[in-house]
């Protein structure tokens, strides 16, 4: 017994790998000599603490292979009658917990549906709250809703504060007032807890994509009570506005919750998507370099790598840490859109489309899954597929202005629907006026209708409320158009001092500083008239076909 008391010390002070030397010595002693070694409870239990240990060391294969063999031996001395399974079976050594353990090697590995053979096998009566939160997880991954609203359920039975499981109920489409009935059983006082009535309120909105007022909620939390400053409820804040499409307030909201916390990953993916969106290089470099810092098994920092990658144009690299974040967590959608966004730009569209639909499945009401397969198609050519897609979008998401935009984007390439298109067009920004991706599409229509004057008032009215690098380069091509060079200089200089490197402005301002003053100040169109004709058959040559390569379908807003 002396050993044994030594391997107890062993694992009671997390010395893993001196119990795994020594476990593995005693073991083989036990094997040889059973009647001058270890009693059966003590060999059980030594069994269970060298998997233990393997476990906790990463050797998952190995530790499950150790904790079937103490299953085994329990079963085995039972029949035999030589110890009884109360005295192996005691101080957190049951078969459950065992059978728990060994669930998480598999998960570890991947071995989801042995994970879940094992954790049924365990009756429904001896199910702990650990084990039915687990059966939860891998029948919501296996696409079983109803055990696994079942498991969760039990959870809350037990532990009614067990908000992951919360937060999963109301996911799989569990009504708000049922769950929260579910949290009434808390012992002792609640006033301290007033909170918690309004968080499950604004997490049962976010779910049932009522964006507007999961949004209200959550400020009510972040501003008006204890949970000032709260990094989870601040990236919740951040993700809800990043579901509902307001790019600005979600970048704000996810760069508090970052200065909050830096060392807490949660929203940093999307974070990263927007700075990259947005162009802020030197940000991104700085958030990339802080969540590598934090850890590299989460697939949080692996995407933050990847977009810091795209928007310095090392897609290879990119796509290695998209991949990377995907192996981690094949249920990453931040990780699947980056890695389809990547596919798609060197034209590898069947595995793009692979990723965006994998994505879909994981995530059915996100807008950019529906929005990558659309480009997907368009890219090949497919233009059926795409308006089945980006129909869907729209019965799916609700007619938003995002998802109105990309239905549009797609009616536009064919002369038979573009009228319908530009009535989409017209809605959306009913819906939101100052809706970017729509704003920028409707003014190439009007571009391509000559209807110079309407898309200037279009354009007028967005620079009075917003200032972006691209409505003033388009609004200062048009001012080209309609000669006024005046003007068209304006705003090509306001253009490039937004975005340096913007090639359309470089470009018209070259192409103003080359005309000779005397042909600027000419007043007769009929003199230049052949001139003009000229310049606009370019145009519709290489420019528009530039404009329709840059639209910026990532309808997020600026």
């Known amino acids: 017994m002396c050993l044994f008391e030594q391997i107890k010390l062993l694992h009671d002070n997390g010395l893993h790998s001196n119990l795994i030397a020594l476990g593995g010595l005693v073991l ?7 009647e ?16 233990r240990s393997l ?97 969760y359920k039990e959870v809350l039975k037990e532990c009614p504060l067990a908000l992951e499981a919360v937060q999963e109920l109301l996911s799989l489409g569990v009504r708000g007032a049922e769950v929260a009935s579910l949290m009434i059983n808390i012992p002792g006082s609640c006033t301290a807890t007033e909170w918690l009535s309004l968080w499950v309120k604004g997490h049962a909105y976010l779910h049932n994509r009522d964006y507007t007022s999961a949004i209200n909620a959550f400020r009510q939390l972040e501003e008006n009570s204890a949970l000032s400053r709260n990094v989870d409820i601040l990236a919740t804040l951040g993700e809800t506005f990043y579901l509902a499409g307001d790019s600005k307030n979600a970048l704000i909201m996810l760069q508090r919750a970052h200065a909050v916390n830096h060392l807490n990953l949660r929203g940093s993916d999307l974070l990263a998507c927007l700075l990259a969106a947005e162009k802020r290089n030197r940000e991104l470099e700085d958030l990339a370099m802080l969540t590598t810092s934090v850890t590299d098994t989460a697939p949080q920092p692996w995407i933050t790598m990847g977009y810091y990658c795209q928007l310095s144009k090392r897609t290879t690299k990119a796509i290695y840490f998209a991949h990377k974040a995907c ?9 699947l859109l980056l890695k389809g966004t990547l596919l798609l730009e060197l034209k590898k569209l069947q595995e793009a489309v692979m990723h965006f639909r994998e994505a879909m499945q994981i ?36 007619q938003t202005p995002r998802a109105l935009t990309l239905y549009a984007s797609v009616l536009v390439k064919d002369t038979l629907t573009v009228s319908k298109g530009k009535s989409l067009l017209e809605k959306a920004l009913k819906e939101d006026p100052y809706h970017l991706p729509a704003v920028y599409l409707l003014c190439e229509l009007y571009e391509q209708d000559m209807r110079y004057e309407a898309a200037i008032e279009l354009l007028r009215k967005q620079v009075a409320v917003q200032s972006t690098s691209r409505l ?35 470009e018209g301002m070259q192409k103003m500083e080359a005309v000779p003053p005397d042909n600027v100040e000419a007043p007769p169109y009929m003199e230049v008239e052949e001139d003009i004709a000229d310049s606009e058959g370019e145009v519709e040559e290489s420019d528009l076909e530039a404009v329709w390569s840059d639209v910026d379908f990532s309808f997020g807003g600026q």
């Open 28 to 34: 083989t002693v036990a094997e040889n000599q059973p």
């Open 55 to 151: 476990q906790s060391q990463g050797e998952f294969r190995r530790a499950e292979a150790t904790f079937k063999e103490a299953l085994q031996f329990a079963k085995a001395t039972a029949k035999t009658k030589i110890a009884k399974t109360s005295d192996m079976f005691k101080d957190g050594l049951t078969e459950i917990d065992v059978k728990y353990a060994m669930a998480e090697c598999n998960i570890a590995v991947r071995q989801y549906t042995q994970a879940l053979t094992l954790l049924e096998s365990v009756p429904q009566r001896h199910r702990t709250p650990k084990v039915n939160m687990a059966l939860g997880r891998l029948y919501q991954q296996a696409g079983k809703e109803r055990p696994a609203i079942t498991a």
């Open 472 to 506: 003033h380069q388009m609004l200062a091509d048009l001012f080209s158009r309609v000669h006024d060079e005046e003007k068209a200089a304006h705003h090509f200089g306001i253009a490039l001092s937004h975005e340096p490197s913007n090639t359309r402005a470089l």
């Open 36 to 51: 001058n070694s270890l009693l059966p409870a003590a060999r059980y239990q030594t069994l269970v603490y060298v998997g």
């Open 363 to 398: 995530a059915p009401h996100r807008f950019e899954p529906h929005k990558g397969l659309v480009d997907c198609y368009l890219a090949m050519h497919r233009s059926r597929e795409a308006v089945t897609i980006a129909s869907n979008a729209c019965k799916l998401l609700g």
């Open 327 to 335: 192996s981690i967590n094949p249920r990453s959608v931040e990780g």
